[in-house]
């Protein structure tokens, strides 16, 4: 044995660093607009049925094995079986990669929060829109053409990642009490905005628009595929967090109680949000005359970036009083949303590279961060926002679902899940029984297997968003490739061992 | 509001957040009713070889 495993300091700080790594930006953008999408208020039904059959049963193994084997995802992965390692280093890439463009868009809402105290894109000529494509990302015509770098988004994703080392430096020590802010201070954020969203006239008009149930939807098989694709992007599993995170606790503590905590804030926090967001598209609706369901048609997007950095900073200018205030809180609570997401999947390559090399882990922090940085300046340049959608798309959809579903497989039928069932219930304060061998083995890959294939298939048809060819192949399939065989080279290093202290 | 959101409203409320409640209980309870050896360093523990 080598020098003692990191602890964390108390499960409290565990499970907030749990919740904190699975609500992100996600929770704002996505989650909202994906339940008004596929049914409204219906949508919930197939929604809380993935939760309950394929999240948290995923986030219950990925911890679990973290735990059981006192490792982060690859090396937990080698201790099941040898060959099941270079899953493990995929989902840590996918990690990485996704962490590149993550502090890209934590940087557009460092430059917006400086922007918030001046109104800056209000005043801009052509609005919000002109302001953010033009303004913000000097963005060019395509994926081919880089154009420049914007520096003041390069000294805002300079501050984040300074940012993200600070947070992890000391690995559980400083992660621990960075979680007690990262995590509540966006839920308080978002509880104020929620407030201002209700009381704005019109609001209530939105609100209806996100609860008001289509019941036909249920009956339509895309509306379950994307309620449990967004119970996947949502959780944080697939990267690997899950397992470095819960690899600090001790064996012989719970862990289902502790997933089902995380997976219900995380879904609680999305649920919430979607009553902010609403409100504030009701609004906007009533002031300028659209209405409530035509607002896309009106050429506003309630989506993702979109959402975020053109509608909401809209809405935010036709406030009737408090601009400036309202701006920085906003921004604010988008900074500290995505912060804890994005040291999560810092920490999770930084532990799972000092598992296999046995790394110093205040270097590979440092290392981690300045590949990051430089990793994050491609979006940033003019082209940024398109290789941004390209890569998003590929590592969502062919990175963690395809995780979660070789994890389940590998896991499933290629190991002794039941003896992983009988430590996790050990100490487990719910208990599993069958049910979780029924969903990891039969459930969860059936369900993930059909998304992938109906993913693969529309990938087929169409290219995506009609990017041309040679950018789908270079920022999708072709960085898919090498991630897959960066983890089977990693996979087939030799392990350094730990140097046995006396 | 039509009656069938309001219903989801509140089942949604129930699920989340009183499962959430629920939960939080549970581990309070258990927190104080742990078994001795919970939590503490345990020697490695052997995996089984039969799979």
């Not at chain 1, 966006?186 to 149930?213: H, Q, S």
Request: aromatic share 16%; charged share 15%.
């Amino acid at each position: 044995m080598g020098g003692k495993r990191e602890r964390w300091n108390s499960r409290a700080v565990f499970i907030l660093a749990a919740i904190g790594s699975a609500i992100g930006l996600g929770n704002v953008w996505r989650f909202p607009f994906i339940a008004y999408k596929n049914g409204g208020g219906a949508f919930l039904i197939p929604y809380f049925f993935a939760l309950l059959t394929a999240g948290i049963p995923v986030l219950i193994l990925e911890m679990a094995i973290g735990q059981q084997f006192q490792a982060a995802a690859p090396a937990a992965l080698r201790k099941a079986r040898k060959w099941f390692e270079w899953v493990g280093w995929y989902a840590i890439l996918v990690a990485l990669v996704i962490t590149f463009y993550y502090c890209a868009i934590m940087a557009w809402s460092v430059n917006y929060l400086v922007y918030s105290l001046t109104m800056k894109w209000a005043s801009y000529p052509g609005g919000e829109q002109a302001f953010f494509n033009e303004y913000v990302l000097q963005r060019t015509t395509g994926p081919g053409q880089l154009g420049q770098i914007s520096w003041p988004l390069l000294a805002s994703l300079a501050i984040t990642w300074i940012g993200i080392y600070f947070c992890v430096r000391k690995g559980t020590e400083t992660v621990g009490k960075v979680v007690w802010v990262s995590v509540t201070l966006p839920i308080l954020l978002l509880i104020i905005m929620f407030l201002r969203g209700v009381t704005l006239p019109g609001a209530f008009e939105g609100i209806k628009l996100y609860l008001t149930p289509d019941w036909g939807a249920l009956l339509k098989p895309d509306v379950w595929a994307a309620a449990y694709g967004q119970i996947f992007f949502t959780l944080s599993v697939g990267f690997g967090v899950m397992s470095a995170y819960a690899s600090f606790r001790p064996k012989n503590t719970d862990i289902t109680n502790s997933c089902f905590i995380t997976g219900l804030s995380n879904s609680g926090v999305e649920f919430f949000a979607g009553f902010a967001v609403f409100a504030v598209i009701g609004y906007m609706a009533t002031q300028l005359g659209v209405p409530v369901n035509g607002m896309e048609q009106a050429g506003f997007k309630i989506d993702g970036p979109g959402l975020a950095f053109v509608t909401y900073a809209k809405a935010i200018a036709m406030l009737p009083a408090l601009q400036q205030v309202f701006g920085v809180l906003f921004f604010l609570m988008l900074f500290s949303l995505g912060i804890d997401s994005a040291f999560s999947l810092t920490e999770a390559a930084s532990v799972a590279f000092a598992d296999k090399f046995q790394f110093n882990r205040f270097r590979a922090n440092v290392l981690i961060c300045i590949i990051g940085f430089l990793g994050g300046i491609l979006f940033i340049t003019g082209a940024g926002l398109f290789w941004l959608d390209i890569i998003d798309h590929w590592m969502n959809q062919y990175g963690l679902v395809v995780v979660s579903f070789l994890e389940c497989v590998f896991l499933g039928w290629f190991f002794n899940l039941r003896w992983l069932q009988e430590q996790i219930d050990k100490y487990g304060e719910v208990k599993t029984r069958g049910w979780w061998i029924v969903m990891i083995k039969y459930v969860t890959p059936i369900v993930l297997g059909v998304i992938i294939i109906t993913y693969l298939i529309k990938e087929i048809r169409e290219p995506y968003e009609g990017y041309p060819q040679w950018a789908l192949a270079l920022g999708g399939w072709g960085l898919c490739g090498l991630l897959v065989l960066i983890s089977v080279l990693l996979s087939n290093m030799k392990e350094r061992k730990a140097e046995v202290k006396s | 509001m039509r009656i069938d959101a309001w219903l989801m409203l509140i089942v949604g409320c129930l699920i989340l957040y009183g499962g959430l409640a629920r939960s939080f209980y549970i581990a309070y309870q258990a927190s104080k009713h742990a078994p001795p050896d919970a939590g503490t360093e345990e020697e490695e523990h052997i995996i089984p070889k039969t799979y």
